[in-house]
T-cell receptor, first 108, second 113 residues
């Protein structure tokens, strides 16, 4: 089964509102990856976090890796309709194990 | 275009049948991964090959099998199909055999009637 828990499963926001999805693992991670899957599309790599407490930004997206390297978050500031999709975190365990994903819908 | 090619894009078949899904990895990538994504489900890891050899196995049913050929393309064989096998099957590739960054193909959507 899945090793990494991701919440929430769904998030509906008004355009311009912020959005956050969280991933939690029961064990310490060597790194964590984030992917985005647009509706009808395939997962696309966004970023990889490696260091404890690491924070990385991509325009309106902010990715954080917890100090204990057991959790991570993705925060989107001022969502736009182009942000719609499912966001997955992925944990390396020899192979890449994906969280259940958070499906984001944005109402214009 | 991600560089990972999957065929066919869509496939409709009946229960009890057998199908083969094909994947060509991105140029230079030696690892191929297969994932299953059912409706409202996440990405379930099935199996990984690296340079022709099986490297890791996930929740892959005994009715399913895969292989990676010398030219590095891979095939996922699904037999004795059941309704519950209807899903999107993704192939992904990476350069190494560890849990590297994956490049996904567009997927093959299988519908079992």
């Amino acid at each position: 089964g899945q090793q990494v828990m991701q919440i929430p499963q769904y998030q509906h926001v008004q355009e311009g509102e912020d959005f956050t999805t969280y991933c939690n693992s029961s064990t310490t991670l060597s790194n964590i990856q984030w992917y985005k899957q647009r509706p009808g599309g395939h997962p696309v790599f966004l970023i990889q976090l490696v260091k404890s407490g690491e924070v990385k930004k991509q325009k309106r997206l902010t990715f954080q890796f917890g100090e204990a390297k057991k959790n991570s978050s993705l925060h989107i500031t001022a969502t736009q309709t182009t942000d719609v999709g499912t966001y997955f975190c992925a944990e390396p365990r020899g192979k890449l194990i994906f969280g259940q994903g958070t499906e984001l819908s944005v109402k214009p | 275009d991600s560089g990972v090619t999957q065929t066919p894009k869509h496939l409709i078949t009946a229960t009890g049948q057998r199908v083969t899904l094909r994947c060509s990895p991105r140029s230079g990538d030696l690892s191929v991964y297969w994932y299953q994504q059912s409706l409202d489900q996440g990405l379930q890891f099935l199996i990984q090959y690296y340079n022709g050899e099986e490297r890791a196995k996930g929740n892959i049913l005994e009715r399913f099998s895969a292989q990676q050929f010398p030219d590095l393309h891979s095939e996922l064989n699904l037999s004795s199909l059941e309704l519950g096998d209807s899903a999107l099957y993704f192939c992904a590739s990476s350069a190494g055999f560890g849990a590297n960054v994956l490049t996904f193909g567009a997927g093959s959507r299988l519908t079992v009637l």
